[in-house]
């Protein structure tokens, strides 16, 4: 069995040869540089024919959210800490509780740092590692996975199906058993790998372009953003802090003594002090017009006009 499942591996595109690099070991690191930046540059053409099925998965997580539910991502290796990294990023940037966007990742936490690969293999690790997240209808489970053959990853995502989960695979190959065991797939064809095999590359770098497009569109369908603009970054340093005032000035049209002012009456929260000043409300009213639209920024401003 393993050996049939080397085989079918090795038959993948993802897996196969570059032509257009062949003998990397005989070039200069000027060529090395420019044969892998002409690789990369095929990334974003491979991820476009998946566009309607991203914007398929943003609703269903825009939605889950919306309900109270989770985004799970689950993983291993490459693609899992491509997870754990876009799953951190949500809660400085849009200032969400860390559940909300969580990883399950093979191997736990230490494997973010060291490479724990065996444990890919182990369908019953992938089971049990979702099953401790209760996962449920209200939740949304991304599995991720270049060649779209891993077990870990697949039997997290099917039992996450099972128990009434909205299910997405995230492949770099057609017709793979994790499509296959998700109600959606996201299909990025990036083709051979500079490096044979090394998936990190071309078909890490689309994972990334995925990832960021499921969380971005979702948290910017749920109202976390206005504009263009990330109005609930959570101000935990002076760099951010800085960052806030900028926003405030861009959003509003106000000057910077305005926008620190408002920062300051508002707690700092960036959200309610941009309601205050673009709504003309004190905090208060802010505050119960973010309520109100469940943190919708642009709802929130409509609401506390008519206060």
């Known amino acids: 069995m393993k050996r049939a ?27 090395i540089a420019r044969i892998i930046n002409a690789e990369d540059g095929k990334v974003a053409a491979a991820v476009k024919p998946a566009l309607p099925q991203i914007a398929q998965a943003i609703d269903w997580i825009a939605a889950a959210l919306q309900r ?12 899992g800490r491509i997870a754990a990294l876009d799953a951190a990023e949500c809660p400085p940037t849009y200032n969400t509780d860390p559940m909300t966007v969580q990883f399950v990742m093979a191997g736990g936490p230490n494997a973010l740092g060291s490479a724990t690969e065996a444990s890919e293999d182990s369908r019953e690790l992938g089971e049990w590692e979702i099953k401790k997240r209760k996962p449920g209808k209200n939740d949304v489970v991304v599995g991720i996975a270049a060649s779209g053959r891993t077990p ?9 199906r099972r128990k009434g989960a909205k299910t997405v695979a995230v492949v770099c190959n057609r017709n ?3 499509a296959k065991a998700a109600h959606l797939a996201i299909v990025t064809e990036v083709g ?5 095999g090394s998936t990190r590359m071309k078909a890490g770098t689309a994972q990334k372009m995925v990832l960021n497009m499921l969380s971005t569109g979702a948290m910017t369908r749920l109202g976390y953003v206005y504009g263009n603009l990330m109005v609930r970054v959570h101000l935990k340093n002076e760099k951010l802090a800085a960052r806030g005032v900028s926003i405030l000035e861009r959003a509003t049209g106000r000057s910077q003594p305005i926008a620190r002012q408002a920062l300051k009456q508002a707690g700092n929260n960036l959200p309610v002090a941009l309601v205050m000043l673009m709504a003309g409300v004190q905090r ?11 943190g919708a920024v642009r709802r929130a401003i409509v609401e506390a006009r008519s206060l």
Do not use: M, W
């Open 152 to 160: 870990f990853t697949i039997a997290a995502v099917a039992y996450a």
């Open 68 to 79: 109270g539910g989770r985004l799970i991502y689950v993983g291993t290796g490459t693609s």
């Open 192 to 196: 051979p790998e500079v490096i044979s």
């Open 5 to 31: 499942n080397k085989s079918a591996l090795s038959q993948l595109r993802t897996e196969q040869t570059n032509p257009a690099s062949v003998d990397l070991d005989l070039k200069s690191s000027l060529e």
């Open 176 to 178: 793979s058993p994790l």
């Open 284 to 294: 208060k009213d802010a505050e119960r017009a973010l309520k109100a639209s469940r």
